[in-house]
T-cell receptor, first 112, second 116 residues
Framework: GENVEQHPSTLSVQEGDSAVIKCTYS??????FPWYKQELGKRPQLIID?????GEKKDQRIAVTLNKTAKHFSLHITETQPEDSAVYFC???????????FGQGTILTVHP | SAVISQKPSRDICQRGTSLTIQCQVD?????MFWYRQQPGQSLTLIAT?????????ESGFVIDKFPISRPNLTFSTLTVSNMSPEDSSIYLC?????????????FGPGTRLTVL
């Protein structure tokens, strides 16, 4: 089955800096890669996703890049703010919609 | 996007008992799923809740332990049977929302289960 590795497990940045979280996946058939933000005690919230026919997608301060050949994808957050502090999860799925395999999560802390 | 609600939001249960968690969606969705998030961990798919047929379970999860019902396109239940402290987790319902050619996946608020 699919295996998703996520790094780093914790990330601490100063407000205004950029943050990058990286994930690798094992199944070359995977074609959907969402990113979720989970604040303490809350549900995971979809913040951005990318499909295998696209190399990069951007939404305001967040962007995701995908390298299908290397089987890795990354989340980029620019101009970080304290409100960005949360746990971020990457995930991957193939043709079976909804069957996501999650990475281990990254605890992002943005210091004011 | 779909609005997903779950009941109960949290519960504390005794070892050996069972708990049924309900998931309600405000619109019809084809695909519903149940995930588990153990304390401080990532999310793991338990099963796909199939409308009108038996659920499809992932490796490591069995129907006797996690029976699932899906009587219609807006509702599903997950039962955690014969509970042990290792079942203490957050259980989340999830749906795939289809907008034209775009599919997005959303999660319910979760049910926080503590087994004593």
């Amino acid at each position: 089955g699919e295996n998703v590795e996520q790094h780093p497990s914790t990330l601490s940045v100063q407000e205004g800096d950029s943050a990058v979280i990286k994930c690798t996946y094992s199944d070359s058939a995977s074609n959907y890669f969402p990113w979720y933000k989970q604040e303490l005690g809350k549900r995971p919230q979809l913040i951005i996703d990318i499909r295998s026919n696209v190399g990069e997608k951007k939404d305001q301060r967040i962007a995701v890049t995908l390298n299908k050949t290397a089987k890795h994808f990354s989340l980029h957050i620019t101009e970080t703010q304290p409100e960005d502090s949360a746990v971020y999860f990457c995930a991957a799925s193939g043709t079976s919609y909804g069957k996501l395999t999650f990475g281990q999560g990254t605890i992002l802390t943005v210091h004011p | 996007s779909a609005v997903i609600s779950q009941k109960p939001s949290r519960d504390i249960c005794q070892r050996g008992t069972s708990l049924t968690i309900q998931c309600q969606v405000d619109s019809q969705v084809t695909m519903m799923f149940w995930y588990r998030q153990q304390p401080g961990q990532s999310l793991t798919l338990i099963a796909t809740a199939n409308q009108g047929s038996e659920a499809t379970y992932e490796s490591g999860f069995v129907i006797d332990k996690f029976p699932i019902s899906r009587p219609n396109l807006t509702f599903s239940t997950l039962t955690v049977s014969n509970m042990s402290p290792e079942d203490s987790s957050i259980y989340l319902c999830s749906v795939v929302w289809v907008r034209g050619e775009v599919n997005e996946q959303f999660f319910g608020p979760g049910t926080r289960l503590t087994v004593l």
